[in-house]
């Protein structure tokens, strides 16, 4: 793009130059080629040739500057207007950073919520498990103790059973005490 800018800036130049120099080259070869004609008319012709070729020469530097100073112009918006994209898109990539950054604390959030919950959870269901299993406790000694009392009494009464029976029946009053 620059090369084209800089050909398009060459080529007025280029084109004053070619058509002004064969212009100068007329002017002077006519004046060489012609002395016998009055000093005062090729003097005034070779005047106005220089005049025009000047003015010429002028217009054409003129427009040259004229259209760097346009591709300058140009070229100045065109950096604005990306610069203005650019900045754009820098706060709209920033908006998305911020959106994702805030999914995912969020996120973080709702997995600390989720741990602490199954935490609750898994604690609740220790305790339940540990009383469960204090209560089998409890009942097994009760049936542990009541299986001892019986046993205690079983043996009471065979102990009593076999002392009575060698010695004398005893009287059916005494018995049921």
Do not use: H
């Not at 800089?6 to 007329?26: D, K, M, N």
């Amino acid at each position: 793009m620059k090369f084209g800018g800089a050909l398009r800036a060459a080529l007025p130049l280029l084109l004053v130059v070619g058509i002004s120099a064969p212009l100068a080259g007329c002017g002077s070869t006519s004046s060489k080629s012609a002395p016998a004609e009055a000093s005062g008319a090729s003097g005034a012709d070779q005047e106005v040739n220089e005049e025009a070729t000047a003015e010429k020469q002028e217009e054409a530097s003129e427009a040259v500057k004229n259209r760097e100073l346009l591709s300058l112009l140009e070229a100045k918006k065109r950096e604005e207007a990306a610069e203005t994209v650019a900045k754009s898109t820098e706060r709209a990539a920033a908006e998305k950073a911020k959106k994702r950054e805030a999914k995912a604390k969020q996120a973080e959030q709702e997995a600390k919520q989720r741990e602490a919950q199954t935490i609750a959870k898994a604690k609740q269901q220790e305790q339940r498990l540990k009383a469960e299993a204090d209560k089998q406790r409890e009942a097994a000694k009760q049936r542990e103790a009541e299986v001892s009392k019986q046993e205690a009494e079983r043996v009471a009464t065979q102990t009593t059973t076999t002392m009575t029976a060698p010695a004398a029946p005893a009287p059916s009053g005494e018995a049921g005490q």
